[in-house]
């Protein structure tokens, strides 16, 4: 346990943090879900649209450090990759 004041103090704020943290995590694991469940209705104009949206809190999130701007990049290709081959 924290002894001094300011550890005490640090404490708090980390476990504040962590909350905060991973309650953007979830929601950039919500869009990515609601993209791939219109991915796999087959309905390519909500995906995009939907697409369109979650890609702008993947960067968000990915700006905040809380995932890897290259993890964001990853997810946003993977997704365009198979929204672009519904339509084949």
Do not use: W
Not at 51 to 70: C, E, G, L, P
């Amino acid at each position: 346990m924290a002894n001094t004041a300011q550890a005490r103090k640090r404490a708090r704020q980390s476990e504040r943090r962590r909350q905060h943290n991973s309650s953007l995590r979830s929601t950039l694991r919500t869009t990515i879900k609601k993209v791939r469940a219109a991915i796999a209705a087959g309905d390519k104009v909500a995906a995009e649209a939907i697409f369109r949206a979650s890609t702008s809190v993947i960067d968000k999130i990915a700006d905040k450090d809380i995932v890897h701007k290259n993890t964001a990049a990853r997810h946003k290709s993977r997704l365009s990759r198979q929204i672009k081959a519904l339509a084949a």
